[in-house]
């Protein structure tokens, strides 16, 4: 089968992320599948929908495996399901529906304790003044009522006075005002109950109950017995999974046959874990059920499996067999539903080959041919396109290419080619395909024309709302220098460039002789203005982002200069053919939570100011006080394996070089198909037309016919039934033919 890998990569140690799978998880269950000898491609969701939407359409899998959380929001582990059920794509585990009531822990205890499971008395609170515990019995245990992974739980949880109960809930809300949930605590220990229907047991799937088995030396001090936030993310090591549980076996058959019933009346799916606590007189109380339950190594979900025989990968089987059984998948189709298409489709390949090397040593410079790619750029480029079932039309853009396309059928066209000349070169492809009506990857015409112009780019982003340095252009070098410049180091550097061209150590010019000495240079070299602009010292940042109206943002990358006897750092020219000792990339950049977002918000709001589609990388610095400033912005980026900085951003966020290919090719893919679906609605219109058109002919034909044709004579007649004797015999013809 051809199966999609869907997940959120945990990229951070931070709570909002510790739902996430690592890329240890995904690596491994990506390995499984393949063993099993599925097609797998992996999907990391993050980012708006459309995109991923754009991605699922363009492979169209068979089968969906998914683990994804969700971002935010109280139906987070729902959206993706009911996204993939409004696609028409099967997928692993339970539907939106029983996620969303899973997820929310009031909810699935109403719903359970209707049908008699025993659990902890508890309160919903989304309000303080919404607090009444007299009714429940101390200690009780304050929680988050929509978070899973023991988010918001730690030894300071417990209260065990009203007092107590109501500074804790006060504080819970603060972080967690979507509501708390305030129940018994129960003594006892954790015991957890693994589902997989798939699993041919005498319990319909549901597994020997496991416990968690904790280190003493990691709990020494503490007051409470719980499997807390701490131990689940940060102490992990010392957590071990013990199957089966150490219980009677009639406490053990109880909580197979509650787990049963449990499973039965939130319509759980595929895999499941039912959580419950084990009071100290052996009484089991329902605490939560978890439909999308964490597959990391070492998850209890193995370690129960195990005892049926089962292996990692027989895991996975069980999973996917299951949903395939679901879904009537049969030999990698599902039956009663139309094949989607999925290709092979005829990718065109435009670029620039780069034959002349740059090299920047002491005054000289070559670089010429620095923006385009070379040989070894190209063929892994195009290797990427067919790993994804393509064909791939190498075109060189050349002066013969307008011909060439005009005579070459393609259905898309992957392009990376800069052109020749001329602040609107990067422009020129895509507007010979739009003239052809070729759908092709990356940024129109206009916003490529925009974005090459640093001036021009600078001005539309500034009416945005986003910081840009100050910043004039000058033709000659002598004219007057804008009164806003109140003070040096400014910036100099081509106004049309890319590939940071044009960009040395004394681009940075401390007095206004040396600034006018290095325009003249730079107008003379690269036959356009020079552009001007206010030096901003501070961290220097690269964003890439993916996708079209509402872009994914990949986590920044920053450029951290090494030498700090440099008071005036540039990433230049130089930087980028040899960094090796003089700078390094964080991909991802160490940020504070707020200065990300701000710095996320900036490139997000850059892209689209700029209207930019499918890929782009965008330049910031930021200063002492935190404010951003945007640079520049390069809708065609570089793609070199190991090298460019957008290829070094994606393996920063976990995505391979395959990936990335596959990211910007995506929306490319659904323009084509949409482009078929509308030739084929003007192809069904015209169709329609032309056969309306034959019937009006025909009706008006039968009404030329006479109403009868006389053998007789009458008077004053030439013997013939009509008044025309000519027309008649012609009439009665056409109506035969007819």
């Known amino acids: 089968m051809r199966i999609a890998l869907t997940y959120n990569l945990r990229l951070s140690d931070s709570e909002d992320e510790a739902e996430f799978d690592t890329q240890e998880t995904v690596n491994t269950l990506a390995a499984a599948i393949e063993r099993l000898g599925h097609r797998l491609e992996r999907f990391e969701v993050s980012g708006p929908a459309s995109r991923t939407v754009a991605r699922l359409e363009a492979y169209s899998p068979d089968l969906i495996f998914n683990i994804a959380e969700g971002r935010r929001g109280r139906f987070r582990e729902a959206f993706y399901p009911a996204l993939f059920e409004e696609l028409g794509f099967a997928y692993t585990g339970s539907d939106a529906y029983a996620l969303a009531v899973t997820l929310d822990k009031q909810l699935t205890k109403l719903v359970l304790s209707k049908h008699g499971i025993r659990t902890p008395g508890w309160q919903f609170v989304e309000k303080l003044n919404e607090l ?22 730690t030894q300071d949880s417990v209260a065990e006075t009203v007092e107590q109960a109501r500074e804790k809930v006060a504080q819970a ?121 964490s597959l990391e190594p ?59 090397k740059p090299v920047a040593e002491g005054a000289s410079v070559e670089d010429s041919e620095a923006e385009y790619d070379s040989p070894t750029t190209l063929q892994a480029i195009r290797e990427a ?47 010979m395909l739009e003239l052809l009506d070729i759908p092709y990857t990356g940024s129109d015409p206009a916003t490529l024309s925009i974005a090459l112009d640093k001036a021009l780019a600078k001005k539309i982003v500034r009416q945005a709302g986003i910081h840009t340095p100050n910043f004039q252009l000058m033709h000659t070098g002598k004219e007057r220098l804008n009164k806003e410049f109140t003070s040096f180091p400014l910036m100099v550097k081509p106004v049309a460039e890319g590939s940071s061209k044009g960009v040395v150590s004394k681009s940075v010019c401390h007095s206004e002789a040396e600034l006018r000495e290095v325009v003249k240079e730079i107008v003379t070299k690269y036959q356009q203005p020079a552009l001007i602009e206010e030096y901003i010292g501070g961290r220097e940042f690269t964003v890439g982002l993916l996708g079209e109206r509402r872009p994914r943002v990949l986590p920044p990358m920053e450029i951290v200069f090494l030498d700090k006897t440099e008071k005036t750092p540039i990433y230049s020219f130089e930087h980028k053919l040899d960094w090796t000792d003089r700078i390094r990339y964080d991909a991802p950049a160490k940020l504070e939570p707020a200065l990300l977002e701000k ?6 709001n850059s892209f689209m100011a700029l209207g930019c589609r499918d890929v782009a990388r965008i330049d910031f610095r930021m200063d002492d006080k935190g404010r951003i400033y945007f640079i520049e912005c390069n809708p065609l980026p570089g793609l070199t394996p190991g090298w460019s900085d957008l290829v070094l951003i994606a393996q920063g966020a976990g995505m391979d070089y395959r990936g990335l290919i596959g990211e910007i090719m995506a929306p490319a893919i659904r323009r084509y198909k949409e482009r078929e679906a509308r030739r084929a609605a003007d192809e069904s219109a015209l169709m329609k037309l032309a056969l309306e058109k034959a019937a009006l002919e025909k009706a008006a034909m039968a009404e030329d016919k006479p109403a009868a044709v006389s053998t007789g004579s009458s008077s004053g007649s030439s013997g013939s039934g009509s008044s025309s004797s000519g027309d008649a015999p012609a009439r009665v013809s056409m109506e035969m033919k007819a």
């Open 385 to 431: 396109i067919a790993s994804w079932g393509h064909e791939v039309v190498d075109l060189e853009a050349t002066a013969e290419l307008p011909s060439v396309l005009a005579s070459t059928p393609l259905d898309i066209v992957f392009n990376i080619a800069e052109g020749f000349k001329g602040r609107n070169r990067e422009s020129q492809v895509p507007a």
């Open 599 to 604: 710095l996320r918000a900036a490139a997000r």
């Open 132 to 153: 009444k515990v007299e009714d429940l019995r101390f200690p009780v245990i304050i929680k988050p009522n929509f978070e899973g992974s023991s988010k918001g739980i």
């Open 173 to 293: 809300l603060s972080r967690y005002p979507a509501g708390v949930l305030v129940e018994e605590f129960i003594s006892g220990k954790d015991i957890t109950v693994p589902y997989l229907p798939a699993v041919q047991n005498d319990h319909d799937g549901v597994l020997s109950p496991v416990e968690y088995d904790i280190d003493p030396a990691a709990i020494a001090g503490r007051k409470y017995a719980i499997y807390d936030y701490e131990l689940k993310t940060k102490r992990e090591s010392a957590v071990k999974v013990r199957a089966p549980a150490n219980l009677p076996p009639k406490v053990a058959e109880e909580m197979r046959n509650m787990s049963k019933k449990i499973l039965q009346v939130l319509d759980c799916r595929d895999l499941g874990r039912i959580d419950f606590r084990l009071s100290d007189a052996g009484v089991p109380y329902f605490l939560e059920l978890n439909a999308l339950p």
């Open 298 to 356: 070492g998850a209890g979900i193995y370690a129960a499996a195990a005892l049926e025989g089962m292996h990692l990968d027989g895991v996975v089987n069980a999973i996917i067999q299951s949903a395939a059984r679901r879904y009537k998948i049969k030999d990698g189709k599902r039956q009663g539903k139309p094949t989607r298409k999925s290709g092979p489709l005829r990718v065109g390949f435009t670029y620039n080959v780069k034959r002349v």
